[in-house]
């Protein structure tokens, strides 16, 4: 088998010329499959026995939260294969997941605090679920101000995928650790729907949002990944040229 | 072509180099407890004098304060040797920095650490601690600021060439601290309720032994990059 590919896949120019035909395309799939899912999710799926309409929140809430952690991992491992390969669109992949993980975690944390409200009667609750994200909230705060701290974006983008490795070791253990010492305290009172006795006429919306998200965040740090190029490769003959020809 | 000295000769050289620099420095080993002490001057004027309010809080707020002193003292941990390019040398030496690492992080830990670790019985009494509670205070700290000590020198390593690296080195470690915090208060915790602190302790001593693995490693990496900057 040829790695030829895989060498191709570093080069910048490659990968902005490769993925160009693909944009159109995986926006409009993923439009689409937002709309069908908030169709489906707000209009079409049952009202919760208990909760009305309020659990409806969950088509955001879920898949948002879903991506949030996945996201990390993807920026830790992207981080990873630049320090070992020294590919210099992976460190690019690693930048622009932080932001875009940033706001996932934060729009699960608005979210479930929406969803908290009328639910539980509080915004906020020292739950450990709830502390794991905002912990992972302030994981990505850091890669993005340890990002902008340094002038010479080599060394940011070094610097930045030890950060991301070293939280990579500590997620699962934040996580864990807030896990235990909730639990150790207070023992769980009422909180999260559990996975396994929700309706399928309620999972199946909630899983077809999980694949949108999962598209939609491929197709926004796609598109970051894609500025981050044009920027960092101004300098070079194809990008000028491509410039020119947008005029 | 001149041969490198052993390993053990080499660590002992720079435990002694750090230990006297450390040592001169006065103030590095007096400001970090003076900090935690006046911390919890302001716990009483701020929350409530009564001792009720204060046993009540007294574990988490100790290891709170610990957590800022060994922040606050973090970002000198490589900036001056960075700065008169002895890191330089360091790295140039052909040594193991891993090893240079262990010996820096551990004179830190020996003078902000272990002083905030025996200084903790004497905060213990100002909080209204109550008994049971002292033996853990001591011994999580006693293992919890090892670990303090040796992931904040990941930060301290990933900043160390940034001119005003303290905010962002307390930006960056606080979120991987939290379970130190977690194990270490509710090891304290658990002692006045008369749960077991065994496994507590234990999870502590795990989180020591894992981060003497790896964080030098991280750190020793982190300052390579920031050498090539």
Not at chain 1, 57 to 80: E, K
Request: aromatic share 12%; glycine share 8%.
């Amino acid at each position: 088998m040829s790695w030829q590919w895989f060498h191709r896949l570093g080069s910048p120019r490659w990968f902005y010329e490769k993925t160009s035909p693909w944009m159109p395309w995986l926006a409009a799939i993923a439009l689409i499959m937002f709309v069908v899912g908030c169709t489906w999710g707000l209009a079409f799926a049952p009202i919760h026995s208990q909760q009305g309409n309020s659990y409806r929140i969950i088509y955001i809430h879920v898949p948002s939260s879903f991506l949030a952690m996945a996201g990390y991992y993807i920026m830790a491992i992207s981080g990873a294969v630049g320090l070992i390969w020294r590919i210099k669109l992976s460190y690019m992949v690693m930048k622009c997941a932080a932001p875009v993980g940033a706001v996932l975690t934060f729009i699960s944390l608005f979210s479930g605090a929406i969803w908290g409200k009328p639910t539980w009667g509080t915004w906020w609750e020292w739950d450990a679920r709830l502390t794991s994200m905002l912990v992972l909230f302030f994981l990505y705060l850091g890669m993005i101000a340890l990002q902008g701290a340094y002038r010479n974006q080599d060394t940011a983008d070094k610097t930045s995928a030890i950060l991301a490795l070293v939280g990579m070791v500590n997620v699962p253990i934040i996580y864990k650790s807030v896990d235990w010492w909730y639990t150790l305290h207070q023992p769980a009172t009422l909180k999260l729907l559990e996975k396994s006795t929700i309706h399928p006429s309620m999972a199946y919306p909630l899983i077809w949002m999980i694949l949108t998200f999962y598209l939609t965040y491929a197709l926004i740090l796609l598109l970051h990944t894609r500025v981050e190029i044009l920027q960092r490769e101004k300098r070079t003959r194809w990008v000028q040229e491509l410039v020119k020809e947008a005029d | 072509m001149i041969e490198l000295p052993s390993l053990g000769k080499m660590l002992a050289a720079s435990l002694s180099r750090e230990i006297t620099l450390g040592f001169r420095n006065h103030g590095d080993i007096a400001n970090p407890a003076i900090f935690f002490l006046s911390i919890i001057v302001f716990v009483p004027l701020g929350i409530s004098p009564e001792s009720s309010v204060l046993a009540g809080i007294a574990p988490g707020m100790i290891w709170i304060v610990a957590l800022l002193a060994t922040l606050l003292s973090l970002d000198r941990l490589f900036q001056s040797d960075y700065e008169d390019g002895c890191l330089e040398q360091m790295v140039l030496s052909g040594q193991s920095l891993y090893w240079l690492v262990i010996a820096k992080v551990f004179v830190h830990w020996l003078i902000t650490g272990l002083p905030l670790t025996l200084l903790a019985p004497v905060l213990g009494v100002l909080m209204a601690l109550p008994v049971e509670g002292y033996y853990p205070l001591v011994i999580s700290l006693l293992l919890g600021t090892g670990s303090l000590s040796l992931i904040g020198a990941i930060g301290a390593a990933l900043t160390v060439a940034l001119r005003r690296g303290g905010l962002l080195l307390s930006l960056i470690i606080m979120p991987l601290y939290v379970p130190v915090l977690i194990f270490g208060s509710g090891a304290v915790r658990n002692a006045i309720d008369g749960s077991p602190i065994g496994p507590l302790l234990a999870i502590l001593g795990a989180f020591l032994a894992v981060s003497l693995l790896l964080a030098p490693l991280a750190a020793a990496g982190a300052l390579k990059i920031g050498l090539d900057h």
